[in-house]
């Protein structure tokens, strides 16, 4: 049997080889199409489960396991733990074992417990149950049952449980409407069309009956776009095949809405339906701190292996004499003699390491986890972060990425429900230059004594009435708005508004919702669509009809919509609205220039506006309209482009009316926390499925885009004019030609030198430049390189039209940059959960569109304000605490193991331990861990009110900067000092004089002793100077640790222990402590190893001290209680001409390099501690678009750092 065979055979069992590659075919409710027309092939699709879980029952030991011990120091404690198990080394294998097999435990509850929660929640939307029409009857079934074939029936406000064909629904056209809100973020109602031939069957009988197939695509990830076909089998021969397209196709996590119900068969299920293929698989992430932790362990790992070889190579060198072997009474045994020697070496090199272990911390790392659990607490008990609406505060669904939240360096934000309230406004509407304000309308909230109109300016003439109430007609015909007339909640219905039945618009534009209920406001209320006819209610009571002939839907090349009506009069109109662009090249007669000037000035307060025009048609113009619409309609081919160029031939020669402003609510705060995360040195790119327009205005009125800032577009609309090639160089030509070869990150983002350029991209151009480089076309590739150089000299992006998965694109593309920065993705919808995964730090908010993304992202905060102070305050607090206990922690180990390793060579190299067994095991768990855990919990180096109100101190700890190889560098060579001090003074001072009082000389345990009382009192006290915020906890802490070592001391040699075998220590520390010249050697041992560091800390900030330092420095001279009139204008570093800037020496606390001359002041209003920072006194060079933001920033250079 040849393999051709073979294929052929597996293709026919197993659903059809190239049947699976390029589409499905789908049997409605699992019929079989009548014999005859084609081959019957049952295909295995998969069940309807959704699974977000990482671990099974079965496989979470070995899988979490392994992960864990990927870790290098867990890996590392096993290896050291196997070898005290299996050779004799000098030290217990307890005091490896324990501490790892605790880290590994709590570890595994944590991880255990956050995926037990992902499971839970999906069992519960996979048990939901669904309505499914089986043998002419409605079955209910467990969603996870579901399968690709089924009919669903799915009723009002019930979210759809897969991909559905919609068959037919409740209403007489044939159409429904749906929310996509946790798809792509849009609450306003979209219409979706049942297939032609099956909307009359609306009962489940009728529906059982219809015999029909579904070829279409294999699921993809592309939310607006689908492809395929319905053959339907009648009682002819033929089938009827009619074409499927997105409008067509009901997506999983959408909801039913004002349509009773629908009937619709399953496409696509579980894993497979668009919304679970645009899910991030979720992996674990790891910060930037733990990665230096790693690097810096594996340098203290070649450090233990170089002690230990030296050691092993010196023994053996000591051992080479004869006479030195073995001591006469400690005689080998002849089999240990007769050992290889290279067998006897390596024993030897791993009693050393064992020995030298202690340098590598295996209690920072659960130090570190203790820190981050209990430090996560902050976030949650921070009442600034509660929202009194939700009754809600902060969440945190991870505590490893705290520090994290001190290193962004971009954001990446979603728009709607995310910078905006989800809510539009009408905010006033021109007329011929006349304006008009209604008192206040929010989405059909009507507000008391909001009956009469303001009316700014003068009245208008007759004609000008006749256009007034023209213009109030355009606005109630030209749209695409639906009415319900009545709402049920909790089955009452709701409707009946003051004795007057209240209907309720919803469209698939929030806009328009927000212009017709402003009409409403105006005078002119829109009733509702009947038999083609639209009723609207004018000023005077009398109801108006309209019958409406054609519309011209809106897309977003043309930008602009029209409607064609019919008066009860019969006279013909032609009313349009769109974007000032799109109607004003169209206009032939009106007030534009006043039009314009209102225009103008509402873009620039950041609100949506609309142009409204018309144009009476004659009978002869309207039939030739007629014939254009339909012959472009029935095309088959380019049908697209035919409609494009008919509108464009009908819509033109229009008399200008007026133009509206609508404004999409900012969510409070929004701009200010934009702004501040600007001043961090942050770049905020917004990532929206919204169209361009929309997203624009928002940016503008969120301070993203400022008035000044020259946009450069990369859209599909340019792209058709131009190659994308061209494209692309001519905007990387643009933002370098004036910034040389240096990128936007050399400079403050704000500097008045530069041209300021905002860039806007839609999804379908991000799609090209992301493509990867064709074989033998040399350009293709490069294209990723040009964008992401262009968006670096951008000070905001604006990415529109995105699916949710391009969103992720975006985030995965900037992390993958050669600079490798941290970024931030923020978002309220199931769309952005894609890029929350992907970023280093994803955050949820808790919006109107479902928790899906809180759930999956690691900080949930209920409004984006808050974002400002989890950023500035706590990821700097965070950052700045784990910093240091990360450094201190190596520091104190060299202190600790290196005294150890110069004894070595005081004793023949026997690993003799200089400390003993108790002091060993102690020393990190009891003696110095209490005080480090609660320094990383509640130092605040700088004041909380500070950190907000100079968000460029955040600069200071950027690109890791407190954990650079210098500052690594530094914290070694001092612990090594400290440790050559204690042990050459301790052995010095002692040399051939020590006796107690009675004559005795000091023994080696004595002397161990004293070197482990000086090293954990300097160790502490190391501490003590480090610490600026100082509580009575800190107090307690930091005395009780040194007092506790006292007394376990006088307790562990002054008792004799029955279960000891031998008490080597016993009475030795009474006996170190009655002797004078140990008293003075401890006083005098502390002093001189602390001395280099207070100098060092002393010259620093007296030469060349830091932002930070000068800010503490200016709050302790004043206690906290800074002078109303003290000028502070020296609190940032002043320039060091000279020096350039260079990102590659990020020096711990970095010193000021160059800084922007600020003038900060601090005020004090009474009560606690307030500061306020005002604007620079500076009166010239001031940047005159950063009026009132705070700071002059006067000339580019490089950053302030600490």
Known sequence: ????????????????????????????????????????????????????????????????????????????????????????????PI???????????????????????????????????????????????????????????????????????????????????????????????????????????????????????????????????????INIYLDRDEPIARPLGSENLLLRGATLKNTEYIYAVAIYTGMETKMALNYQSKSQKRSAVEK????????????????????????????????????WYNQKTETERQRHILIRAFTDFLAFMVLFNYIIPVSMYVTVEMQKFLGSYFISWDDEMFDEELGEGALVNTSDLNEELGQVEYVFTDKTGTLTENNMEFIEC??????????????????????????????????????????????????????????????????????????????????????????????????????????????????????????????????????????????????????????????????????????????????????????????????????????????????DKKLAEAYDVIERDFILLGATAVEDRLQDKAADTI???????????????????????????????????????????????????????????????????????????????????????????????????QEGSGTGGNYKEIFLEICRNCSAVLCCRMAPLQKAQIVKLIKASKEHPITLAIGDGANDVSMILEAHVGIGIMGKEGRQAARNSDYAIPKFKHLKKMLLVHGHYYYIRISELVQYFFYKNVCFIFPQFLYQFFCGFSQQPLYDTAYLTLYNISFTSLPILLYSLIEQHINMDILKRDPSLYRDIAKNSLLQWPIFVYWTFLGVFDAVVFFFGAFFLFDNTTFTSNGQMFGNWTFGTLVFTVLVFTVTLKLALDTHYWTWINHFVIWGSLLFYVIFSLLWGGIIWPFLNYQRMYYVFMQMLASGPAWLSIILLIM???????????????????TTERIQNADKLYKGHLSEFTPLSSLHAPPVHGRGHNEGQNHTHRRSVSSPPKKVMYTHWGGGPNYCTFRSFLPFGENPRLSGVGYAYTAPGPETSV
């Open 95 to 229: 005091t490896s074992g324990l501490p790892l097999f605790f880290v590994i435990t709590v570890t595994a509850i944590k991880q255990g417990y956050e995926d037990w929660l992902r499971h839970k929640a999906d069992n519960a939307i996979n048990q939901c149950p669904v309505h499914v029409v089986q043998h002419g009857k409605v079955v209910r079934k467990q969603s996870r049952k579901l399968q690709v074939g089924d009919v669903v029936l799915v009723k009002e406000d019930e979210t759809f449980p897969c991909d559905l064909i919609l068959l037919s629904t409740s209403r007489d056209d044939g159409t429904c409407f749906v929310t996509t809100a946790s798809l792509d973020g849009e609450s306003s109602h979209k219409t979706y069309y049942a297939v032609q031939d099956t909307k009359a069957f609306n009962t489940e009988e009728e529906v059982d009956t219809i015999q029909a197939t579904i070829e279409c695509e294999q699921p993809q990830p592309d939310l607006y776009k689908f492809v395929g076909r």
């Open 292 to 327: 230096s932790m790693n690097a810096y362990l594996i340098v203290y790992l070649c450090i233990l292996i170089s002690k230990a070889l030296i050691n092993t190579v010196f023994k053996y060198v000591w051992q080479a004499d004869p006479n030195r072997d073995e001591p």
């Open 430 to 639: 021109c007329v011929d230059g006349h304006v008009y304000v209604p008192h206040a309308i929010c989405n059909g909230q009507i507000m008391s004594g909001a009956s009469s109109i303001d009316m700014i300016d003068s009245s208008p003439s007759a004609e000008g009435k006749e256009h007034e109430e023209l213009f109030f007609r355009a606005l109630c015909l030209c749209h695409t708005v639906q009415v319900k007339e009545e709402e049920t909640v909790d089955g009452i219905k709701r409707g009946i508004h003051q004795g007057k039945a209240t209907s309720f618009y919803i469209s698939s534009s929030p806009d328009e919702v927000a212009l017709v209920e402003g009409m409403k406001r105006l005078g002119f209320t829109y009733l509702r669509l009947k038999d083609n006819h639209m009723e609207i209610l004018n000023r005077e009571d009398e109801i108006e009809r309209f019958e409406l002939l054609e519309v011209l839907n809106f897309d977003s090349v043309r930008r602009r919509m029209s409607v064609i009506v019919r008066s009860n009069s019969g006279e013909l109109y032609l009313f349009c609205k769109g974007a000032d662009s799109s109607i004003f090249p169209r206009v032939i007669s009106g007030k534009v220039d006043q039009v314009r000037a209102r225009v103008e000035h509402n873009a620039v307060e950041g609100l949506r506006t609309l142009c409204v025009a018309y144009k009476r048609l004659s009978r002869e113009e309207y039939e030739q309209v007629c014939h254009l619409l339909s012959s472009a309609k029935l095309a088959l081919q380019d049908r």
């Open 1088 to 1106: 001189v190893s602390l001395l280099p560091d207070v100098v060092k800390k002393v010259l620093c900030r007296a030469l060349w001290p830091t």
């Open 675 to 773: 702004e501040s995360l600007h001043k961090a040195g942050m770049k905020v790119w917004v990532l929206t499925g919204d169209k361009m327009e929309t997203a624009a205005a928002t940016c503008y009125a969120s301070k993203l885009f400022r008035r000044n800032t020259q946009i450069l577009e990369l859209t599909t609309k340019r792209t058709e004019e131009q190659s994308l090639h061209d494209v692309l160089f001519d905007l990387s030509r643009t933002v370098l030609r004036q910034h040389g070869s240096m990128t936007r990150d050399t400079f403050s983002g704000l500097s008045s030198d530069f041209q300021d350029y905002g860039l806007i991209i839609d999804g379908a151009t991000l799609s090209a430049v992301m493509k990867p480089a």
């Open 1 to 92: 049997m040849d393999f051709s065979t073979i294929r052929n055979l597996i293709s026919r069992y197993c659903a059809g080889e190239e049947n699976w590659v390029d589409s499905r075919t789908v049997y409605i409710g699992h019929k079989v199409p009548p014999p005859g027309t084609e081959a019957y092939i049952p295909q295995r699709y998969p069940d309807n489960r959704i699974v977000s879980s990482k671990y099974t029952f079965w496989n979470f030991i070995p899988k979490n396991l392994f992960e864990q011990f990927r870790r290098i120091a867990n890996f590392y404690f096993l290896i050291i733990f196997l070898v005290q198990l299996i050779i004799d080394t000098p030290t217990s």
